[in-house]
């Protein structure tokens, strides 16, 4: 195998198929007027871009009724993005609406279908406060105390799919630069926030907010008390 990279970091590299793979990493299959509004360009100018994204093997496309929606191809293709975020400098903020937007991805937000920002990194850091998870190289393992813990709060262990993708990953966290949880644990904890509406989503974006049930949730379940400022 020889991975052709330039390839793909030129597939990324043009802003406005970046901002599209972006907007998708909240995990959401987006018809491509919606990212060309994201991108802002015209619905042509984002059909070129997507068929280059879906030959690159970084989007795959799906036929709904006379709409056709994209989601990223793979776990793999998030973590790429969340990866390359975490090591690109910041962009200048030009404007409040932006440094709202900002705020709230950096207080929390979803990375693909797992929870990432300051709440994100709080929960994985507790987990491994209670010996729940371990770290272990790139990944966390889950002890069996943490494994009968989230059993019984919920999480379906033993259905979670474990082959063709990580089971409980370091995600390193472009905001906090720290590792959050990711891979398929991950995303089922996160699921189960939303089950029980601890976490909601914001509107138009990847943002989401701690509800007050799940301050409440949160704080008895696993010790986290999340101050005013998050």
């Known amino acids: 195998m020889n991975p052709n990279v330039t390839e793909t970091a030129q597939l990324i590299g043009d ?30 100018t984002a059909s070129s871009h997507l068929a280059k994204l879906v030959e690159g093997s970084l989007l795959l496309h799906e036929n709904y009724g006379r709409h056709k929606y994209f989601r990223l191809a793979n776990h793999e293709v998030a973590h ?39 709440i994100g990194v709080a929960l994985t850091d507790r987990l491994v406060d209670m010996r729940w998870l371990e770290e272990s190289q790139k990944d966390y393992a889950l002890s069996s105390e943490g494994k ?30 720290r590792h959050h949880l990711a891979g398929s644990l991950g995303s089922a904890i996160t699921t189960r926030l939303f089950e029980l509406k601890w976490i ?31």
């Open 15 to 44: 802003p406005s198929r970046l901002a599209m793979l972006l907007s998708l990493l909240e995990g959401k299959a987006l018809p491509a007027s919606d990212l060309a509004r994201v991108a802002r360009i015209s619905p042509q």
């Open 200 to 230: 909601e989503r914001l509107p138009n974006g990847r943002a989401v907010r701690v509800t007050n049930e799940g301050m409440q949730g949160l704080r008895s379940e696993f010790g986290l008390t999340i101050p005013p400022s998050f």
């Open 148 to 177: 009968e813990n989230l059993q019984n709060w919920g999480v379906e262990i033993e259905v979670i799919p474990k082959k063709r993708r990580y089971f409980a990953r370091q995600c390193l966290d472009w905001s906090e630069r």
């Open 80 to 118: 790429a993005l969340e990866s390359l975020l975490a090591i690109s400098p910041p962009k200048p903020i030009r404007s409040l609406r932006e440094s709202d937007e900002l705020n709230h991805l950096r207080h929390a937000r979803t990375c693909y279908d797992h929870l990432a920002g300051k």
